[in-house]
């Protein structure tokens, strides 16, 4: 797939190549948006309100790439204490809780990838 806004075809970074490009349209068959992914975990998207290509994720070979993931890591556990000390319903709680735990797990993954 050709895309029309993303022509980034190397990781900055890495110099990775993309293995991934989506592009959802509009009825008149203009691009709302674009998606390129990179097998380095670089994730670029071309958002048709800002008219801007914006990074969603980075590479995972980026230097600060590891310290981000920690404090993440790190403030998600801070999150879990944080909630399981609220004085509110335990159905309200488990919701939240079920939440940070997608986010936890989704965040080791990431981490473990680079590892
Ligand atoms: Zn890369």
């Known amino acids: ?31 709302l948006t674009e998606t390129r992914e990179f097998l380095c975990g670089l994730v670029l998207k071309y958002d048709i309100i800002s008219k801007k290509v914006n990074i969603i994720k980075k590479c ?29 319903d335990e159905t309200f709680k488990k919701d939240i809780l079920v939440l940070l735990a997608g986010k936890l797990k989704t965040t080791r993954m990431d981490v473990r990838r680079k590892l």
């Open 60 to 88: 995972h070979l980026s230097d600060n790439y590891l310290e981000i993931q920690k404090k993440r890591l790190d403030a998600i556990k801070r999150l879990v204490n944080f909630c399981e000390s609220l004085d509110v």
């Open 1 to 31: 797939m050709k895309l029309i806004h993303i022509n980034t075809e190397n990781c900055p970074t890495c110099n990775s190549i993309p293995f991934s490009d989506r592009r959802l349209m509009d009825e008149d068959i203009n691009p």
